[in-house]
């Protein structure tokens, strides 16, 4: 199975300031296909997990551009700008190249 | 709007079984794979696997064969998942989530196993 290692665990920001997560593959995500499918999820306090980036850099659906993902092969990273106070919650990384799909462990944004 | 709803917190004494759906909205149900995601309390995201909304082939992860069936009524647009032979460490949210990227999520079902 690809272990996905999130780093850090839990994160203080201020209102307005900038973060970075860490995502790192134990194996490429290129598919066969040419493309990687390396995506970011939150989850806000008791709600579903919600889809914010999908295939490294693609934000989905009504997600603001102050999220941005990066990335290649097994390194990634999601980074927040400006942070707002909806901004809170767990974030989890998810590789859906092979078999098991798995997720890192999640990373706990908190207000400073 | 595409929604996915869940059916209603479950509990479940250890040897019960349990059925839980998922009813899809707003899309044509048969052109997206269905996952199913666990999260034990507290705890993060564990993949279950997925069906083939099509063809209702289920694909299951190596820790949920046996006593996890994946199924569809693809008539109602909906998915289910059964577990059987509950354990205490089944206790957990359960949520079905659309397509290869996980785009769209149910509001999850608690299933509680308890004696």
């Known amino acids: 199975d690809v272990v996905m290692t999130q780093t850090p665990v839990s994160m203080s920001v201020s209102l307005g300031g900038q973060v970075s997560i860490s995502c790192r593959s134990s194996?490429?995500?290129?598919?066969?296909?040419?493309?990687?499918?390396l995506s970011w999820y939150i989850q806000k306090p008791s709600q579903s997990p919600q889809l914010l980036i999908y295939?490294?850099?693609n934000r989905f659906s009504g997600i603001s551009d102050r999220f941005s993902g990066s990335g290649s092969g097994t390194d990634f990273t999601l980074k927040i700008s400006r942070v707002e106070p909806d901004d809170l919650g767990v974030y989890y990384c998810?590789?859906?190249?092979?078999?098991?799909?798995?997720f890192g462990a999640g990373t706990k944004l908190e207000l400073k | 709007q595409i929604q996915l709803v869940q059916s209603g917190p479950e509990l479940k004494k250890p040897g019960e079984s349990v059925k839980i759906s998922c009813k899809a909205s707003?899309?044509?149900?048969?052109?997206?794979?269905m996952h199913w995601v666990k999260q034990a309390p507290g705890k993060g995201l564990k993949w279950m696997g997925w069906?083939?909304?099509?063809?209702?082939?289920?694909t299951y992860a190596d820790d949920f064969k046996g006593r996890f069936v994946f199924s569809l009524e693809a008539s109602a647009s909906t998915a289910n998942l059964q577990i059987s032979n509950l354990k205490n460490e089944d206790t957990a949210t359960y949520f079905c989530?659309?397509?290869?990227?996980?785009?769209?999520w149910g509001q999850g079902v608690m299933v509680t196993v308890s004696s």
């Open positions: 989530a659309r397509g290869t990227l996980l785009a769209h």
């Open positions: 707003g899309y044509t149900f048969t052109d997206y794979a």
């Open positions: 069906i083939n909304t099509y063809t209702g082939k289920p």
């Open positions: 194996q490429s995500l290129v598919h066969n296909n040419g493309n990687t499918y």
């Open positions: 295939k490294v850099s």
């Open positions: 998810g590789q859906g190249t092979q078999y098991p799909y798995t």
